[in-house]
């Protein structure tokens, strides 16, 4: 019998990682989801101009919000749990949608009350557009939750489905306006409505057996919301922290300025999806190691490779950053090239910590993120209308309150991990210096 030839093996180096692990799928699909979204971004600030992408951004804002926030921390339970009882994957989704069909109605309420009083005055459509919008929340709900359980149990293939198949959909739609002529806003309001209730169906139908055949008990439930507790203020905080800037600019400078600052952040964002794909691995590998050194070596490692390569990837895109939005958008967007060079900074150290919270959250532990975030929104919020009211720097005054803040984020994350571990992100067994 003959001797079968050995397998190969790839060296372990940072560059088979990207290259043929988990990283390597993650960062491709959020590649892939960055720039599908990017691409309908494009498209909706073509059809609409400056003043029409600022519009549609202030009638998205509050419902996609209210319903991040809704999740109150469910969906991060749902995932620890799911990493920890694989077999009962089926009780678990059924709890999600259940929790979407419950919760969604009364987050509803919530929404109507902000879009009724926290929109500009006099824009009545506006209004309108966005309590229509408003059954996104429960759609949302059950999409974020299962997409969640299946980065507990580390099944990416259908997580990365679920999450891309969304942004295909309703860029689909963007691309039917755009080509249509409809250059209104509530074409591309339906267009994500539409595509996100397409994915949760498609959703529940593919795991409705599993669904039906485990039965969710009270004991299920009650451990998911007793694990849900301390995520509940953390999600709240983290949703609010990457939307307050928005917010700030909408209010202090209006729509049009608004329609810019989108802009300018979408561009800005590109770097985060290599860090998204590093925080979710950093998470689910978190959640499965109880020991803390197992636990520290994880975010070390993480955070230093994520840490390098979007640093770099910074300040390429920083240059290029006058050239790059007025060949996608236009030249009507010029005047967002200042604003999107200081938020890739900001980007950059902000996905930083957000590295470091992952880890934490996937022990269980959302509280220090929690506080972090707290003070970057408070430091946003303070110094955001000192630098762009009148007088001051108007967008580009609120990029440097975010970036500020960002570096303030992530001094204290990395200081927080210090503490707890022992260990620098910096570290590592090469490295005596940073012991």
Known sequence: MRDRPPQRRFPQTLWSKLRYGPVARLAATNLAVQGTAFVGGVLAARALGVQGRGDLAAVLLWPLLVANIGTLGVDWALAVQAGRRPAAEGRFTRLCFWYGLLAGPAFMLVGWVLVSH??????????????????????????????NIDNGLQRYLRYNLT????????????????????????????????????VVLV???????????????REDVAATLRLARPFALATAVSMLLVRIDVILVMFLLGTRALGLYVVAQALANVPTLLSQAFGVRTFGSSAQRQESAGFAAVVVRRFRQSFLLSGVMAVVLAMLAPWLIVLLFGAAFAEAAPVARVLFF????????????????????PMFGTMS?????????????????????????????????????????????????????????RCGACS
């Open 373 to 429: 975030f707290g003070l970057f929104i408070l430091c946003v919020c303070a110094l955001a209308p000192l630098l762009a009211g009148p007088g001051g720097l108007g967008m580009v005054g609120v990029a440097w309150a975010v970036l500020a803040a960002a570096a303030l984020l992530l001094l204290i994350l990395i200081l927080i991990f210090k503490r707890q571990t022992g260990r620098w992100v910096c570290q590592s067994p």
């Open 118 to 147: 926290a929109l500009p005055r006099g824009r009545d459509d506006l209004a309108q557009l966005a309590g229509v919008f408003l059954w996104v929340i429960p759609l949302h709900l059950m999409w974020i939750g299962s997409t």
């Open 203 to 217: 959703r529940g139908a593919a795991v409705g057996r599993r669904m039906l055949a485990d039965r969710l008990g």
């Open 346 to 365: 900001a980007s950059w150290l902000f996905n930083g910590g957000r590295i470091i919270d992952e880890g934490f959250r996937g022990q269980g532990r």
């Open 163 to 198: 999450r891309l198949s969304f942004y295909v959909l309703y860029v689909a739609g963007y691309v039917a306006c755009w080509a249509l002529e409809a250059a209104a806003i509530r074409y591309f309001v339906y267009a994500q409505l539409g595509a996100l209730a397409v």
